[in-house]
């Protein structure tokens, strides 16, 4: 046992005084797989959390839920019920709407009531060109007018028009003029109550759209929960919700992509640089063979030099790793990463295979090392 201590006391040190003698190209070797596992954990943590991050992000660009009447109008008091069965901290948006045509002074327009503190964000794409954004809802006569409107009815900002109501004359504010590239363009936006008594639908809305947080399947389970109700029935707009999926999985391919090409070139340079450190030991190696070294031995010395210094550098790279994933997170996303403590192990695991596949020929070349050649200094 004690001769086993030993040889083993003494196999340790040969591994560390060959790694000091190599530290140069050893250093290389373990930056390289730093490197590479830094931005494979990085990658890993991001794609662990890029679901919520992404569905977050994509919700910004718009609706992606409708809630409407099985007939014309619904209850306000029903769409305000419908909203209390989606979760809170998915709901990030809800803007319902009341259409009507009324009279205005230079001829007929299509008018909307709206709530114009959440109107901004199922619209998050509209533009005020001129004047401001209402952004309370108790400005009972402020309205905004579309840009095509505008022109039309030469509607200016701060102006005052007189709108027919079923029950007379309602004169309104233009705070601003806004633009969206659609068919709001040609509308005359106010506060809903006010709609409702211009029109007279006191407590009536069309629909409304919603932004809410979740997968296409989970919105369509959402809106069949929601449309048990006989008067209303809600559903995902499914060009935006299915888009927003491919999308994700697109992203995450590209990930994917980036994270294996980066794990490719630390293989390369740790295949060149082992090669290289292999090559100029060649002596080292002739000479522990003609000592009665087995070839199992020597691959065990070259192969415990290397797992010491990727297990080491797989290590330090997966801490840099989720470092540099807060960096994409707050560059990418405008917020943090949470941790996920499965991209440590993943990350060096993944990293430890590359650098074993890199390993591979390096070290089966050492074994075709002609010794008699070598010791004559050929």
Do not use: H, W
Request: hydrophobic share 50%; net charge positive; proline share 2%.
């Amino acid at each position: 046992m004690r001769e086993n201590r030993s040889n083993f006391i003494f196999f340790l040190k040969m591994v560390a005084k060959s790694l000091l003698l190599s530290k140069g190209a050893a250093g290389i070797i373990f930056i390289s797989i730093t490197l590479g596992t830094a931005i494979t954990a990085a990658f890993i943590n991001i794609y662990l959390d890029i679901d919520s991050k992404m569905n977050r992000e994509l919700k910004a660009y718009g609706a992606n839920f409708i809630i409407a009447s099985k007939d014309t109008y619904i209850n306000e008091e029903l769409y305000k019920k419908a909203l209390l069965k989606i979760e809170s901290e998915k709901l990030l948006g809800a803007s319902p709407y009341l259409f009507g045509i009324a009279r205005l002074e230079l001829g007929n327009s299509v008018i909307a009531g709206v709530n114009f503190k959440e109107f901004k964000k199922v619209k998050p794409f509209l533009e005020v060109n001129e004047g401001s954004y209402i952004n309370i809802d108790f400005d009972e006569f402020g309205a905004l007018a579309g840009v095509d409107l505008a022109k039309k009815m030469e509607l200016k900002t701060g102006s005052t028009i007189d709108m027919m109501g079923v029950e007379g004359k309602i004169k309104l504010k233009i705070r601003g003029i806004i633009s969206t590239g659609g068919k709001e363009d040609g509308i005359l936006f106010m506060p809903l109550n006010t709609a409702q008594n211009a029109l007279k639908k006191e407590g009536l809305i069309n629909f409304a759209d919603v932004v809410v947080l979740g997968d296409f399947e989970e919105l369509k389970t959402l809106g069949e929960t929601i449309s048990q109700n006989s008067t209303i029935t809600a559903k995902p707009v499914t060009a935006v919700s299915r888009t927003e999926g491919i999308i994700l999985e697109k992203i995450k391919l590209l990930m994917a992509l980036v994270a294996l090409s980066v794990l490719l070139i630390t293989s390369m340079c740790v295949n060149t640089t082992l090669s290289s450190i292999i090559f100029s030991r060649r002596k080292e190696i002739a000479l522990l063979r003609a000592l009665g070294a087995s070839k199992k031995s020597i691959v065990r010395l070259f192969g415990i030099e290397t797992f010491f210094m990727s297990f080491t550098a797989s290590i330090a790279g997966a801490g840099v790793g989720f470092l540099l994933s807060q960096i994409f997170g707050q560059v990418i996303f405008n917020s943090s990463i949470d941790f996920r403590f499965l991209s440590i192990p993943l990350a060096v695991l993944i990293s430890l295979l590359f650098a074993a596949a890199a390993c591979f020929l390096p070290i089966k070349k050492s074994l075709e090392i002609n010794v008699a050649n070598i010791l004559r200094g050929e």
